[in-house]
């Protein structure tokens, strides 16, 4: 049987909170995500607290999603810029297909004209049954791709192969959508740079990987250039990721999202095109 999700809702503290112009997490499936990335910080939280559940995650309530939805559109919970839909599990996992939550949850956004931001390694956005309800004034779109090697992604990862979520990027953005590539995270041995620049997108979101005792475990990956330790994670230093962004020239905007101070400083007066938000979104 499956358990009802019941922490759907979260606007987000701490030092990720601080730096992010959109704490506010709205998540239909919870506990646990099929996709099962082997380096995904929330697997690595949810592991040490025996929540982890991939096999069988747990399903939000419509009802309480509608009544928060309705709190939020009347500003009961704060200025609210956009809802994150996907913030700790992935909304277009394959239990989607059976539950249809995302879909019903972007109805009710839309009907309450509240702004959603989608994050997903799912190609089941850009299906012309969801295109035809996402509404352009309120939907922001980012679709992550972690590898260029359809081959290698399945190794560390069990969403669609990346050709599919860059299909998927390339259809949103010709249909006129707010939709970006999320390189999240950037591991640099990972990514063809011409098969990257090449993907017919106006923006790219960049997240570089941060590692955790739990991820070190799962992923076997060279740590030697993560050097720089902060809140209990480990980054690349700043100069090693302002080289590696210099590879990254097939598009029109870049923008990094941060996690490490020093860095995120750095991002927010020296790079991104938006220093008061690192999504970029259009709003």
């Given at each position: 049987?499956?358990?009802?999700?019941?922490?759907?809702?979260?606007?987000?503290?701490?030092?990720?909170?601080?730096?992010?112009?959109?704490?506010?997490?709205?998540?239909?499936?919870?506990?646990?995500?099929?996709?099962?990335?082997?380096?995904?910080?929330?697997?690595?939280?949810?592991?040490?607290?025996?929540?982890?559940?991939?096999?069988?995650?747990?399903?939000?309530?419509?009802?309480?999603?509608?009544?928060?939805?309705?709190?939020?559109?009347?500003?009961?919970?704060?200025?609210?810029?956009?809802?994150?839909?996907?913030?700790?599990?992935?909304?277009?996992?394959?239990?989607?297909?059976?539950?249809?939550?995302?879909?019903?949850?972007?109805?009710?956004?839309?009907?309450?004209?509240?702004?959603?931001?989608?994050?997903?390694?799912?190609?089941?956005?850009?299906?012309?049954?969801?295109?035809?309800?996402?509404?352009?004034?309120?939907?922001?779109?980012?679709?992550?791709?972690?590898?260029?090697?359809?081959?290698?992604?399945?190794?560390?990862?069990?969403?669609?192969?990346?050709?599919?979520?860059?299909?998927?990027?390339?259809?949103?953005?010709?249909?006129?959508?707010?939709?970006?590539?999320?390189?999240?995270?950037?591991?640099?041995?990972?990514?063809?740079?011409?098969?990257?620049?090449?993907?017919?997108?106006?923006?790219?979101?960049?997240?570089?990987l941060r590692v955790n005792s739990w991820i070190q475990k799962w992923f076997d990956i060279d740590y030697t250039p993560y050097t720089v330790k902060q809140s209990g994670y480990l980054h690349r230093t700043l100069e090693d990721k302002i080289r590696l962004l210099q590879g990254i020239t097939g598009f029109k905007q870049v923008s990094v999202c941060e996690d490490e101070s020093e860095?995120?400083?750095?991002?927010?007066?020296?790079?991104?095109?938006?220093?008061?938000?690192?999504?970029?979104?259009?709003?």
């Open positions: 049987m499956t358990k009802e999700f019941k922490s759907f809702y979260k606007n987000v503290g701490g030092n990720e909170g601080s730096k992010c112009k959109y704490p506010c997490r709205l998540d239909v499936y919870g506990c646990g995500c099929s996709h099962d990335c082997k380096y995904c910080y929330a697997k690595s939280l949810l592991s040490f607290r025996k929540l982890w559940n991939p096999q069988d995650p747990s399903v939000a309530d419509l009802g309480k999603i509608r009544k928060q939805v309705e709190k939020i559109a009347k500003g009961k919970c704060g200025e609210i810029k956009a809802v994150r839909l996907g913030g700790m599990t992935d909304c277009f996992q394959p239990i989607e297909t059976t539950h249809k939550l995302a879909y019903e949850t972007i109805r009710i956004l839309n009907e309450f004209r509240v702004p959603y931001l989608i994050v997903t390694k799912s190609d089941l956005i850009a299906s012309d049954e969801y295109i035809a309800i996402l509404d352009k004034d309120l939907a922001h779109i980012q679709i992550t791709v972690t590898t260029t090697d359809d081959d290698l992604s399945m190794s560390y990862e069990k969403a669609v192969v990346p050709s599919r979520r860059i299909k998927a990027i390339e259809k949103l953005q010709e249909n006129g959508f707010d939709v970006a590539l999320r390189l999240s995270p950037f591991i640099p041995e990972y990514v063809d740079l011409s098969v990257l620049n090449a993907v017919k997108c106006d923006k790219i979101q960049v997240e570089f860095a995120y400083e750095y991002w927010k007066n020296h790079f991104n095109p938006n220093p008061d938000d690192c999504c970029n979104l259009r709003i």
